[in-house]
């Protein structure tokens, strides 16, 4: 459909290239998009600036080609690991 704004999701921050801290990629060169908001408290998070609504006033709605276009600046075009963090930026309760 033509005049339709693509989707968006609320990012909490995009970061990098670091190192990948854990999982079967420790140490491979990785930027981080980290999503804003989430409908669970686990008592391990350790990202609440991207869980916590006390925050939404620094979640950037962005689109997922604003979000491809991110990750390509901070890598400078070279093939890193990309990984999706953070909460569920669709759950309703992370809304309010
Ligand atoms: S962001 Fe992940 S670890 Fe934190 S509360 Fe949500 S599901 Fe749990």
């Not at 006033?57 to 890598?75: F, G, K, P, Y």
């Amino acid at each position: 459909m033509t005049g339709m704004r693509p989707a968006e999701i609320r990012v909490s921050e995009i970061f990098g290239p670091t190192i990948q801290g854990e999982g079967a990629l420790t140490g491979l060169p990785t930027v981080f998009v980290r999503t804003g908001g989430c409908d669970y408290r686990c008592s391990w998070c350790d990202s609440l600036h991207a869980v916590d609504s006390a925050y939404r006033d620094q979640w950037r709605a962005m689109t997922t080609e604003e979000v491809w276009n991110e990750v390509t600046r901070l890598s400078g075009g070279l093939p890193v690991m990309v990984s999706l963090s953070g909460g569920n930026p669709r759950s309703s309760r992370s809304g309010r």
